[in-house]
């Protein structure tokens, strides 16, 4: 049998066979992508304004801490054994309300230009922390990572919550809001920062040893054990991550919306996390983080969302379209696996 | 045993995966009471044939004629209902549920449409007892050794009134005294006329209990004689296809002796784990040293315990390498201070599979790879490319994911993957186990001319065959205590079995 997957592989790969059969591969590893190009093919059809600059900027704001969040869980769900950060919505609202306090505080009405810095710094700080302690006890006491990120997942909230009396912060504050509404060579900054964060991960995973090492562990942490690697350094690295990515959508939320929530910001952010990263080709498994893949899963989401709403179906009848999608990212996955 | 009218007869199968012939017009036929040997190397087509006749795949075309009719089943539980069951190699169970519930999953004695659990565990009392297990059925299965759980397995398939048992690799997770259980039971089914058709690459074990032998090769039926009319070497000729004088002499294999005197490392008074009692043994530069012992002995603890792949505070004694002490300090230490260690469990501790022969060979040695933080892919692909030719690694590229390489080609990327650090002390547990006689042969030599350029090798196996083939020493290990040296001379299966036999 091994000789003969060997034989069907290099078929494979070597692109003896029709043509058909590459575009089917194409669309296997690739489906995400097709299904993005899909979708703006019948936006330009169907969708009034699709090409107004405005459709543009709505989509990319709103995608944005979304996609963020999905290269982060990208990540943990890579490193393996079960993989996940549910408390990603939480850490959001956390680092999200931070914001606010910090540069709304007496010594930030009196430092603007240092509080404005530090409004940034601190929650990112907070929310990588808090990645760190899910990493810590997923890497070092080995607990199941839902239960370890569950802790997060109902606490981080509630300090949320608690820092802010549970009330709306609104404010004013034009050099904070330019994270949320300002615009880079015409591209919303959330968009700008997405796209490095994107490509740099990417980069990374692909040429580093830390990213070896990421793919290692998740592909089987016993063998990599086994070989010297750093497998706790590793999840740790992983879930900080994450949890700055949280932190990372956090400030967008909040800039964007002039206001912090930390009742209702981050609600279900780790489902469209999750779900964006698995759209995007990452496998449950562990040891693939596709994650560029991540984003597109994102964007795929977000433009099935906003085809719909654009073209006046309702936002319960958008949520099934959603799990629609995942049951196609999991058909090609399932598709995929069958082919060892 | 009646040889006239066959159980199962198999004419003109051939399979074919995406065009590929895998199977070529196989013909075999099985009669009641015989137990038959498959051999052939690995891709070969025994696993195609075997999965064809229990229905996990479909034939392309050929016929399967089974206890006199056509039959074509749709899945393996579809076969073992109708008489036909098979083995796998490894325990295809579930640890946690009870050996009564194994044995009847599926087909559970139900009364007033709810399970009737005495009935059940009376059923599977039976089952067990056909085998001379005494055991009790309401126990998980996990509370049994390996070897139990694969009687239990063979219990549940016989007592389908199986009439065809095929076995793929039954000896694989059990030692000498379990094998020789399992064979008192294959004689039993034997002179109860099931058929059996017995998949192994330990060919000393097939003379014990086999009456006939097919040799595959190339997805073709090449031969099928009684195993009388053949020698050990006569069966590996046939499955490599090579004449029988080209078959080197085990004599040969034999390492040359080891005339260092420099002691690599010390292992003093060792004990912990739970397994491990007391053990001192010293490795000699250059030496090939065999831990022979029963399952259970504490080899592999030995092992993991030089290596600290497991953390334990119950561990005491003293292990130096080179006079420098190492405590148990997890394998990066180790992996420092020249230790290299393959598991035997290649699946679950040595490869990972999803990635591919390069990532998996330059894992050990990335740090020497790379420039802060970022690996030179040039450089790694120079020595994963020299390391496929050096040591005749099959792989279409060395981008092919690792877990589509037969075990031979996967364990050789494995020892690559460590002797690309150059270590002094290799700890080899089970090298060989699942891996085809071809390549038995090829990774066995590899290991001797290491030594010969100065490698210290702690080789650890459960073939007793295999270790006085090729080491220069053997430790005789007994539940967690090493027992006596046997020098170079003293060493033969008989020998070590002897050796066991004393204390």
């Known amino acids: ?340 | 045993m009646n040889w006239d009218s066959p159980i199962l007869q198999v004419t003109g199968i051939s399979k074919s995966f995406n065009n590929i012939p895998a199977l070529n017009s196989i013909d075999l036929s099985l009669n009641p009471g015989e137990v038959r040997a498959l051999i052939g190397q690995n891709g070969a087509g025994k696993s195609t044939l075997i999965k064809i006749l229990n229905g996990a795949y479909t034939l392309d075309s050929g016929s399967i004629l089974f206890d006199n009719k056509q039959v074509q089943y749709s899945s393996p539980y579809q076969a073992q209902l109708d008489g036909m069951s098979t083995i796998f190699q490894e325990v295809n169970l579930l640890g946690y549920r009870t050996v009564a519930e194994n044995i009847m999953a599926g087909r559970e004695i139900k009364r007033y449409g709810l399970i009737d659990w005495a009935a059940c565990n009376k059923f599977a009392d039976e089952a067990v007892k056909i085998l001379g297990l005494d055991i009790d059925v309401t126990r998980t299965l996990d509370s049994f050794n390996v070897a139990i759980q694969q009687l239990i397995a063979i219990a549940r398939s016989v007592s389908f009134n199986a009439k065809v048992l095929i076995m793929d690799e039954p000896t694989a997770s059990l030692d000498e005294a379990e094998k020789k259980t399992l064979f008192k039971v294959v004689k039993d089914l034997k002179t109860q006329g099931v058929a059996i058709l017995y998949v192994s690459h330990h060919l000393e074990e097939l003379f014990e209990i086999c009456d006939s032998v097919s040799v595959m090769r190339d997805g073709r039926m090449i031969e099928t004689s009684l195993i009388k009319d053949l020698t050990k070497k006569d069966m590996v000729a046939k499955m490599l296809g090579k004449r029988v004088e080209d078959i080197l002499s085990d004599e040969n294999a034999r390492p040359k002796v080891c005339a260092n005197d420099e002691v690599i490392l010390h292992v003093e008074k060792i004990s912990g784990s739970g397994v491990l009692k007391e053990v001192t043994f010293e490795l000699k530069k250059g030496e090939i040293l065999g831990l022979a012992g029963l399952l259970g002995s504490g080899r592999s603890e030995v092992a993991k315990r030089i290596f600290g792949a497991e953390q334990d505070d119950s561990y005491q004694g003293k292990i130096s390498i080179n006079d420098i002490t190492i405590g148990v300090n997890g394998p990066k230490i180790a992996i420092e201070k020249g230790i290299a260690f393959c598991s035997e469990d290649r699946k679950n501790e040595g490869i990972i599979p999803e990635m591919s022969v390069r990532e998996n060979m330059s894992l050990v040695i990335l740090d020497s790879l790379s420039k802060n933080g970022l690996i030179d892919k040039e450089k790694e692909m120079a020595l994963v490319d020299s390391y496929i030719k050096k040591l005749g690694i099959k792989v279409s590229d060395m981008e092919q994911p690792i877990s589509q390489l037969s075990g031979g080609n996967q364990q050789k990327v494995l020892l690559a993957r460590w002797m690309a650090n150059n270590p002094e002390v290799l700890i080899l547990d089970e090298p060989t186990r699942g891996i085809d006689v071809g390549a038995k042969s090829e990774i066995t030599d590899l290991i001797l001319s290491l030594a010969e350029q100065g490698l210290s090798v702690l080789f650890i196996s459960s073939e007793y065959e295999e270790i006085s083939a090729s080491c220069h020493k053997v430790l005789v290990m007994q539940e967690g205590i090493s027992r006596d040296y046997l020098h170079y001379d003293e060493i033969s299966e008989n020998a070590i079995l002897d050796e066991l036999g004393k204390h």
């Not at chain 1, 615009?183 to 995973?205: E, H, K, T, Y």
Request: contains cysteine; positive net charge; aromatic residues 8%.
């Open chain 1, 1 to 340: 049998m091994d000789m003969i997957n060997q034989q069907i592989d290099k078929n494979e790969s070597s692109g003896s066979i029709a043509s058909s059969a590459k575009f089917k591969a194409l669309l296997k590893n690739n489906g995400a992508l097709v299904a993005l190009i899909v979708l703006l093919i019948i936006n330009a059809i169907f969708t009034p304004h699709f090409f107004a600059m405005q459709t543009f900027y709505i989509n990319m704001t709103q995608v944005a801490p979304i996609a963020i969040v999905a290269i982060g869980m990208c990540l943990v769900i890579a490193s393996g054994n079960g993989g996940i950060d549910i408390s990603v919505g939480s850490v959001l609202a956390l680092a999200g309300a931070l914001a606010p306090m910090v540069f709304m505080s007496e010594f930030g009405l009196n430092n603007p230009g240092i509080a404005i810095a530090l409004a940034i710094v601190l929650p990112l700080l907070v929310a990588t922390s808090c990645g760190l302690f899910n990493g810590f006890l997923v890497g070092h006491y080995r607990i199941q990572p839902m239960i370890a990120t569950l802790i997060l997942f109902i606490s981080g909230r509630g300090i949320a919550q608690l820092l802010t009396n549970g009330d709306i912060q609104t404010f004013n504050n034009d050099f904070f809001q330019y994270l949320g509404t300002g615009r880079l060579f015409g591209i919303p900054i959330q968009a700008v920062i997405l796209i490095i964060i994107a490509l740099f991960v990417s980069w990374i995973i692909k040429t580093s040893k830390f990213g070896r090492y990421l793919l290692a562990v998740g592909g089987n942490d016993k063998a990599a054990f086994l070989c010297g690697l750093p497998t706790f350094k590793v999840k740790l690295i992983a879930y900080g991550f994450c949890g700055f990515c949280a932190g990372m959508a956090g400030l967008f939320t909040t800039a964007m919306n002039s206001a912090s929530d930390a009742n209702t910001a981050g609600l279900l952010m780790e489902l469209d996390g999750i779900s964006a990263a698995v759209v995007g080709g990452t496998v449950m498994m562990g040891g693939k983080a596709p994650v560029i893949g991540a984003v597109i899963g994102a964007l795929v989401i977000q433009m099935m969302t906003y085809t719909l709403l654009a073209n006046g179906i309702s936002d319960s009848a958008a949520m099934i379209a959603k799990a629609a999608i995942i049951i196609g990212a999991i058909y090609l996955q399932l598709k995929n696996k069958q082919k060892h």
